[in-house]
């Protein structure tokens, strides 16, 4: 898809070299800054990398639509990597890069471990707003989503609200929720599918989902001891053999989608699980990363209230 | 090969059947007539709620197939390539 962007070799060459350096528009080179951000630690986000974009030119739209998009490709990128994807024959839809998959891992753990425990940086949004864009709750697209809301969760989410200016993504964004709401196939239990919510919530730093994921897992049959587990040692050799093997290959869908090989599907079955979870494991992290970077990239406050259905049938 | 087992269009039954037949043509808008679900779809087809995802994604970036969409001053394919390179994404 390069080509189609910077049609001459050179600059593409030297935009896989370091963007920063490339000979491409100001505006592509923040918006590639803005990617890093995006995938390596949306939790560090200000509000004024956002302020940065809109000195470049970029309204509050261009904003949500770029987030969005990201949000989308991010879900992308990881079912790719973490299902074992292989390129398309003749290459029509793929991205091969051409540069090593060392250098970037080299790269990742680096501001990985730099990253800390952080807090997200959500925490400087003001109790007076809903995230750091502006909005347009005026659209009938916005209050068909706010109408299925309300009955649903009993509100409408502070996400949902914060992305009013995208709002042909609405059919998206609910569909990502529902899925969340609890694991599509009957070989991962209730409880597994909450454990990895907890999970992915903590290593994304997501103060938006935190209350919601903690919520659903103390619906089905958690304790806030498992909580407590779950966020200080995911990877510890006290679990059972069958949640060790979730949560590690949980975890390793949110760091480093792109390690994951064959041995970790053989893993999985080895430990009893089959395909199917597999699919689930790999959804449930991919859909909640998506959404965690999109929260965090716009500085969205956590709900009023933990999005936990209802009821089963709403 | 992917990691896991993949349901193709001839196994393919209700939503996950319908799913394939709009992907295929979606892509074959865009890049020529008889292009396949691309396979970064397939890895999901053991459960059609999450199929379903993919092809509800591919609706909202091409208004439904149409691919009519006008691009503003952020290039999607500028996001989506960025994303992919610093996810390590080589697909």
Known sequence: MLPLLYPDPETREALLADPQSAPIPALHRKLFAFAEKFVRGAWTTTRDDLQQLRRAGLADRDIVQWATLGSTQSWFTMSADGGGVPLEDGGPTGASVGRTRDAYEATQEGLLAASGEVSSATAATRDDEIAW????????????TAHWAERRYGCVPNLLRAVSLQPEFYRRHRLALELL?????????PLQHAMIRVLVSHLNRSAYSEPTSTALLLRVGGDPELIDRLRAEPLSADWSTIDRVVLALATRFARNAYKVTEKDAIALREAGLDDEAYVDILNTVSIQTSLDRLANTLGVRPDPVPLVPLSPAA | MAHIRIVDEAEARGSVAEDYEFLS????????????????????????????????????????GRHEGEEGPVPGILVMFAISMYSSCFY
């Not at chain 2, 979606?26 to 379903?52: E, H, I, W």
């Open chain 1, 181 to 189: 709401e609890a694991p599509q196939s009957a070989s991962l239990s």
């Open chain 2, 25 to 64: 043509g979606s892509y074959s808008k865009m890049l020529g007539a008889g292009t396949p679900t691309p396979q970064v779809y397939r890895t999901n087809s053991l459960l059609p709620g999450y199929f379903r995802f993919g092809a509800v994604q591919n609706r909202v970036l091409t208004q439904d």
């Open chain 1, 133 to 144: 864009v502006e909005r347009d709750e005026s659209t009938e697209a916005y209050r068909e």
